[in-house]
Structure formats: structure tokens, C-alpha cells
């Protein structure tokens, strides 16, 4: 059985007092029965990693460079994440790929650098509403699985997170046979790629305007683990209840 897992994606949001929301989470959930994860911008990570330590609450990175060291003013290295007390990071979120120009190739190599770091990867896919207008979803999916999954990716280091570009932040939600479909297919493809066994173990996640009111109805989707899920993880009123929700549906 696969664990579900709740992620939540502070983006560039949040400052040392925006800690005490991950001592109000792991209140509201002191067993749950399922995985958390927060990504807080680094310049919380060890002190997230502080907070949480001994709580259920695990603490991840948001981006990675593909070296583990070098003259990259700026970046971080995965093993400096794990150094500073994450276990995964979220890789490929279209706002990377769109905003600094990330290709899959990079997203693959950055997700070989997590792997060898001892870092769970979070790899991140989706389609332009232009490309779902035209019927293009699956290719699209199809092609960033092709070339951000690493041959380095088992059932315990790798989490695909689906996010419809068009979805993220608007708070349109695609319907249970939208999500459906292309859970479907990624799960299809994992298992044809890894075996039967790694690619029925590999979490799949959906994200994109996931909000307490719709949590219910995505989760009740066929081959959705859990969600990666942006402004709502910000405050733990918000998150609390999606997480509640996930663990619900079995």
C-alpha cells in the first residue's frame, strides 16, 4: 500500500514567526496516518528541521543545483539541503521551468544530484492550458516524464507531483475524469518503465488550487496519493483540513 503524502509548497513566502504554523500542524495531527511534508523557503529550512524534529511534520527543499559544490553564487546543493535537515525536495514546479528557464534535462540531473544526497525528489509535471485546449496533455506529460525521471528513481525516492499550470493559483480545478486520466497514464508508465512493483509503489500526487472546500473530491480520484499543495499549506488552518481529507479516503 502506498502511504499518502501531504505536501505543502510555501514558495517565497514566509519568515522565522511562520514557524509557529509548524507547531500548530503537528498539534492537529500528533499520529497521522499519513506523510507530511512542508518546503519552506531555505532560509527556514534548519530551523523548520529544528521545530519538527521528533514531530510528524518532515521538512523538504524547493529547488537544488545539479552539482554538490563548485562557483554557483546563489544556489544550493542537495547535500547542502540535507545538511540542513530536509528529506526531499520539489524539483521542476513550472514556475522554475517558466520563471529561470529549467528544461527537463536539468530537472533530471538536479533529480540524480537529490538521489545521491539521500533526498526524496518531488518532480513536478504539467500542461499550459493552450496545451490542454489542444488535446496535447498526455504528449506533454508523456515527454517531461521521458526526461525529468531518472534512472536513479525508485518507490521510496521519487514523488511525481501533476500540476495543470492552469490550475495553479486560479482556483480552477480540473474535473475527477481530467485528474483521472492523467493519474492514470503516469501510473501506467511508471510501472511500464520501473516494473510492476517499483511503479504500483511510486506516489502520485496532484496540485494546483487545491483548497479545504475540493480536497474531498480530488482524493476520492483513483491513483491520487496525496496533493502538493501551494498557498492553502501557508497557514495551518488552512492545510489541517486537507490533510484531514487525505487521510479519509483511505
Not at 16 to 23: A, F, H, P, Q
Not at 139 to 145: C, G, K, L, S, V
Not at 162 to 183: M, S
Request: aromatic content about 4%.
Amino acid at each position: 500500500m502506498r502511504r499518502k503524502l501531504a505536501a505543502g509548497n510555501w514558495k517565497m513566502n514566509g519568515l522565522t514567526d511562520s514557524l509557529d504554523e509548524l507547531r500548530s500542524l503537528a498539534r492537529a495531527h500528533p499520529d497521522p496516518a499519513v506523510d507530511i511534508l512542508v518546503c519552506p523557503p531555505a532560509t527556514l529550512i534548519s530551523q523548520a528541521a529544528q521545530v519538527c524534529a521528533g514531530l510528524p511534520v518532515a521538512i523538504g527543499g524547493q529547488d537544488c543545483h545539479t552539482e554538490r559544490t563548485g562557483a554557483h553564487t546563489g544556489d544550493l546543493s542537495a547535500e547542502m539541503l540535507k545538511d540542513s535537515g530536509a528529506c526531499a525536495v520539489i524539483l521542476g514546479h513550472s514556475e522554475r521551468r517558466e520563471d529561470h528557464g529549467e528544461t527537463s534535462d536539468m530537472v533530471r540531473a538536479k533529480a540524480r544530484a537529490a538521489h545521491a544526497a539521500g533526498l526524496m525528489a518531488v518532480i513536478c509535471l504539467g500542461e499550459s492550458l493552450a496545451q490542454r485546449d489542444a488535446a496535447n496533455t498526455l504528449d506533454i506529460i508523456a515527454a517531461q516524464m521521458s526526461l525529468s525521471i531518472p534512472d536513479t528513481s525508485t518507490a521510496e525516492n521519487l514523488v511525481i507531483a501533476y500540476e495543470p499550470i492552469w490550475a495553479i493559483g486560479t482556483g480552477k480545478l480540473p474535473d475527477a475524469a481530467q485528474i483521472g486520466e492523467v493519474h492514470d497514464f503516469i501510473r501506467t508508465r511508471l510501472e511500464r518503465r520501473f516494473g510492476p512493483g517499483a511503479g504500483r509503489g511510486m506516489r502520485i500526487l496532484y496540485g494546483g488550487s487545491v483548497k479545504p472546500n475540493n480536497a474531498d473530491q480530488v482524493f476520492r480520484v483513483p491513483n491520487v496519493d496525496g496533493a502538493l499543495v501551494g498557498g492553502a499549506s501557508l497557514r495551518a488552518e488552512d492545510f489541517s483540513p486537507i490533510i484531514k481529507a487525505l487521510s479519509q479516503t483511505g
